[in-house]
Nanobody, 127 residues
């Protein structure tokens, strides 16, 4: 069973940047689309971005479009989320997740479409 490990979170001032990483324990992760979600206290889990298994296509939530970029390096079993121009409302625990269907050509924002999740990394944007 694949395990996912997020890292790169921390405390950053508004306008700052962080690069989040997601490391997969299995090489088979390269066959699956990957998503990033976030969960802030008092809110429901929110879709952030997704990337196809090949890395050829990406999808972003409107709230982060133009500020966040997701990429992947299948040779290293890694997925990344570059977060720029961070705002206080970006404060949340960020999770990476692996989609259920291998080599899907579709990207989904629905959490139930993902069946492997990491433990999360906390991003705090504050003065």
């Amino acid at each position: 069973q694949v395990q996912l490990f997020e890292s790169g979170g921390g405390l950053v001032h508004p306008g700052g940047s962080l690069r989040l990483s997601c490391a997969a324990s299995e090489r088979t992760t390269s066959h699956y689309a990957m998503g990033w979600f976030r969960h802030a206290p008092g809110t429901s889990r929110e879709f952030v971005s997704a990337i196809t298994w090949s890395g050829g296509r990406t999808l972003y939530a409107d709230a982060v479009k133009g500020r966040f970029t997701t990429t992947r390096d299948n040779s290293q079993n890694m997925v990344f989320l570059q977060t720029n121009s961070l705002k206080p409302e970006d404060t949340a625990v960020y999770y990476c997740a692996q989609e259920k269907a291998p080599k899907s050509v579709y990207l989904t924002t629905i959490p139930s479409s993902y069946d492997h999740w990491g433990q999360g990394t906390l991003v705090t944007v504050s003065t």
